[in-house]
């Protein structure tokens, strides 16, 4: 039960809420009963396979399509009602973006930044995204890279309470990417709430406080990137080779592969660990290379859509 | 007044971006006055009858040269800039700021007219000086702006409502000029329709709007009447263009 006190502070926690969302494009259904909270402050990913439905979902938050069925609401404004009221308020990294090719960087920061009321220095802009260097390039000169910082970069000028990013990080090289996480997680640090779409799982898995998996338009699966798909208390692995000396014994020995690693799983990893490393103290077998191994956001994610492909 | 700041400011980027632009503002700036200089120096020497008057045809392309550069600069720059704005995902993104939907269009309309005001003015001046065109002047001048701004606002809806008809940005020439250029010539802009042009190219001229465009700017170069019922139509087909455009202009690309 909630009281009406609990449900007002409750509704201004949340950033995001979306339920029986339904959007069909002809005879396409795109988006099937999707339901979603996001919390203020939250950085929130959305992982799922191509044609899933995420970038319709993002863009009815957003306000550029309208939705067939189901109530939006995002910082307390239905979007396709009053998205003009929203505009300013939030910032979006659309998954296709492009802005004039014949503007200069900076050109192009100063004519965002013009149109809104408490708009970021472009210094500071140009150095979270790291485009200083850049500064006077003609947007058409930059790399693909380069002008994904920029969208990026177009998406914070105006200092937005929530932040849009649909797969924001594609193209970006090994250390951009990390240098983008540091600014979302930056971001989130000042109470700024992201929703974002990847298809990389150590995105997900650095980046997000929750993770929704979404599938044929609809949710599948949402919890933390460590408990997603209960990979947290699924099956751990314990992988090892063996020192000269005698086998284990039964329950210990598991399966040797051809590289003559001993695959062993166990659902209680410290009662195994124990057993097996008594064995191996007692007898003086070496366990060489001993690790244990859980499935990743990437096992659980593919579990996860496997199932539900079966199922369709 | 906010609408206009913005609108105001937006022109500036409008204007940088195009000139930074060579192609488009090749064919938009210096296409009128390149067609101006060859009209003149190949046919410039006689005299074309238009009613019962006749005229220099030199001072007639200078008329219809000035008419030809607003309609490139108004319909034809819009038409293909903006459908290039929607088709790379340019317009999407504006349309996620704050920066409205009037703002921007009182932008892109403002450019074309100070585009078109530069060209109208060069051609006359190019006139003034080798052919001995009349430059418009007092009532004359007054009757001229008249023209000359309605035909800005006219052609600069016709424009955008033409990006309706563009399905991607490789088809926008294409389909644009499409539209135009056979009506620039049923117009009479490239070759004077005379007193014996066929009745059809006649009636295609009175339906469109680009002759009555044409000729009430030619009577503030040539002296020739000036009909407030020229202002009437192009004024209409303006207004017929801006229901279309509001009703079914798209800022994001047809996929
Ligand atoms: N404008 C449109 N017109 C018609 N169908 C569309 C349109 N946009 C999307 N769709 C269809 O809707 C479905 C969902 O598309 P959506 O773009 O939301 O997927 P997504 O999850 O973002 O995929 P990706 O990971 O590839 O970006 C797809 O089947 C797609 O073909
Ligand atoms: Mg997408």
Same mark, same amino acid.
């Given at each position: 039960?909630?009281?009406?006190?609990?449900?007002?502070?409750?509704?201004?926690?949340?950033?995001?809420?979306?339920?029986?969302?339904?959007?069909?494009?002809?005879?396409?259904?795109?988006?099937?009963?999707?339901?979603?909270?996001?919390?203020?402050?939250?950085?929130?990913?959305?992982?799922?396979?191509?044609?899933?439905?995420? /970038?319709?979902?993002?863009?009815? @938050?957003? !306000?550029?399509? %309208? +939705?067939?069925?189901?109530?939006?609401?995002? &910082?307390?404004? =239905?979007?396709?009602?009053?998205?003009?009221?929203?505009?300013?308020?939030?910032?979006?990294?659309?998954?296709?973006?492009?802005?004039?090719?014949?503007?200069?960087?900076?050109?192009?920061?100063?004519?965002?930044?013009?149109?809104?009321?408490?708009?970021?220095?472009?210094?500071?802009?140009?150095?979270?995204?790291?485009?200083?260097?850049?500064? /006077?390039?003609?947007?058409?000169? @930059?790399? !693909?890279?380069? %002008? +994904?910082?920029?969208?990026?970069?177009?998406? &914070?000028?105006? =200092?937005?309470?929530?932040?849009?990013?649909?797969?924001?990080?594609?193209?970006?090289?090994?250390?951009?990417?990390?240098?983008?996480?540091?600014?979302?997680?930056?971001?989130?640090?000042?109470?700024?709430?992201?929703?974002?779409?990847?298809?990389?799982?150590?995105?997900?898995?650095?980046?997000?406080?929750?993770?929704?998996?979404?599938?044929?338009?609809?949710?599948?699966?949402?919890?933390?990137?460590?408990?997603?798909?209960?990979?947290?208390?699924?099956?751990?692995?314990?992988?090892?080779?063996?020192?000269?000396?005698?086998?284990?014994?039964?329950?210990?020995?598991?399966?040797?592969?051809?590289?003559?690693?001993?695959?062993?799983?166990?659902?209680?990893?410290?009662?195994?660990?124990?057993?097996?490393?008594?064995?191996?103290?007692?007898?003086?077998?070496?366990?060489?290379?001993?690790?244990?191994?859980?499935?990743?956001?990437?096992?659980?994610?593919?579990?996860?859509?496997?199932?539900?492909?079966?199922?369709? | 007044?906010?609408?206009?700041?913005?609108?105001?400011?937006?022109?500036?980027?409008?204007?940088?971006?195009?000139?930074?632009?060579?192609?488009?503002?090749?064919?938009?700036?210096?296409?009128?006055?390149?067609?101006?200089?060859?009209?003149?120096?190949?046919?410039?020497?006689?005299?074309?009858?238009?009613?019962?008057?006749?005229?220099?045809?030199?001072?007639?392309?200078?008329?219809?040269?000035?008419?030809?550069?607003?309609?490139?600069?108004?319909?034809?720059?819009?038409?293909?800039?903006?459908?290039?704005?929607?088709?790379?995902?340019?317009?999407?993104?504006?349309?996620?700021?704050?920066?409205?939907?009037?703002?921007?269009?009182?932008?892109?309309?403002?450019?074309?007219?100070?585009?078109?005001?530069?060209?109208?003015?060069?051609?006359?001046?190019?006139?003034?000086?080798?052919?001995?065109?009349?430059?418009?002047?007092?009532?004359?001048?007054?009757?001229?702006?008249?023209?000359?701004?309605?035909?800005?606002?006219?052609?600069?809806?016709?424009?955008?409502?033409?990006?309706?008809?563009?399905?991607?940005?490789?088809?926008?020439?294409?389909?644009?000029?499409?539209?135009?250029?056979?009506?620039?010539?049923?117009?009479?802009?490239?070759?004077?329709?005379?007193?014996?042009?066929?009745?059809?190219?006649?009636?295609?001229?009175?339906?469109?709007?680009?002759?009555?465009?044409?000729?009430?700017?030619?009577?503030?170069?040539?002296?020739?009447?000036?009909?407030?019922?020229?202002?009437?139509?192009?004024?209409?087909?303006?207004?017929?263009?801006?229901?279309?455009?509001?009703?079914?202009?798209?800022?994001?690309?047809?996929?």
């Amino acid at each position: 039960m909630t009281t009406p006190t609990q449900s007002a502070s409750s509704s201004t926690e949340v950033a995001i809420r979306v339920s029986g969302l339904e959007k069909s494009y002809g005879s396409v259904h795109a988006v099937r009963g999707l339901d979603l909270e996001v919390h203020r402050g939250e950085i929130f990913a959305i992982l799922g396979p191509n044609g899933a439905g995420k /970038t319709t979902t993002i863009e009815i @938050l957003e !306000g550029y399509r %309208q +939705r067939d069925r189901g109530s939006v609401e995002v &910082l307390g404004i =239905d979007p396709g009602r009053q998205r003009q009221q929203l505009k300013a308020r939030v910032g979006i990294v659309p998954q296709q973006a492009s802005s004039d090719p014949f503007l200069t960087v900076e050109e192009t920061l100063q004519m965002y930044a013009g149109y809104y009321p408490h708009p970021k220095g472009i210094d500071e802009l140009l150095t979270v995204v790291g485009l200083q260097e850049k500064r /006077t390039s003609r947007v058409q000169r @930059l790399s !693909g890279g380069q %002008q +994904r910082r920029l969208d990026v970069a177009i998406a &914070l000028v105006g =200092d937005p309470e929530l932040l849009f990013l649909d797969e924001p990080t594609t193209g970006f090289d090994p250390s951009a990417r990390h240098e983008a996480w540091g600014v979302v997680k930056s971001l989130a640090r000042l109470g700024k709430t992201v929703i974002l779409t990847t298809h990389y799982m150590d995105e997900a898995q650095n980046l997000a406080d929750r993770v929704a998996v979404v599938a044929g338009g609809r949710v599948v699966a949402l919890g933390t990137p460590d408990t997603l798909g209960a990979r947290d208390v699924a099956t751990a692995e314990i992988r090892f080779r063996l020192g000269e000396g005698p086998r284990p014994p039964e329950g210990l020995d598991g399966e040797t592969d051809a590289s003559g690693y001993v695959h062993l799983s166990s659902l209680d990893v410290t009662q195994t660990l124990y057993d097996l490393t008594r064995w191996s103290l007692e007898t003086g077998v070496e366990l060489e290379g001993l690790q244990v191994l859980r499935p990743t956001l990437e096992d659980a994610y593919l579990h996860l859509i496997a199932d539900v492909e079966e199922m369709a | 007044m906010n609408a206009l700041r913005l609108a105001l400011r937006q022109l500036r980027y409008v204007n940088k971006a195009f000139w930074r632009n060579p192609p488009a503002a090749f064919f938009t700036f210096a296409f009128p006055l390149m067609f101006l200089v060859i009209f003149t120096s190949l046919l410039g020497h006689g005299t074309v009858q238009l009613g019962s008057r006749s005229i220099n045809v030199s001072t007639y392309y200078v008329a219809s040269m000035g008419s030809f550069s607003l309609i490139s600069a108004c319909f034809t720059n819009l038409a293909l800039s903006i459908s290039f704005q929607r088709d790379t995902d340019i317009l999407k993104r504006l349309d996620a700021t704050p920066l409205t939907r009037a703002a921007y269009f009182t932008s892109r309309v403002l450019h074309a007219l100070f585009v078109s005001i530069l060209l109208v003015v060069i051609t006359a001046a190019f006139g003034a000086a080798f052919y001995h065109a009349s430059v418009p002047s007092g009532i004359t001048l007054v009757r001229f702006l008249t023209m000359l701004l309605v035909g800005a606002a006219s052609f600069s809806a016709l424009g955008v409502a033409a990006t309706i008809a563009v399905p991607n940005a490789n088809a926008g020439p294409a389909v644009v000029n499409a539209m135009v250029l056979p009506l620039l010539f049923l117009s009479g802009i490239f070759i004077p329709l005379g007193n014996n042009a066929p009745t059809w190219i006649v009636w295609v001229a009175r339906i469109f709007p680009i002759r009555h465009f044409a000729l009430g700017m030619q009577s503030g170069f040539a002296g020739t009447s000036f009909q407030w019922s020229d202002v009437l139509v192009v004024g209409l087909w303006g207004l017929g263009a801006l229901v279309v455009a509001a009703r079914y202009f798209r800022f994001e690309p047809r996929r």
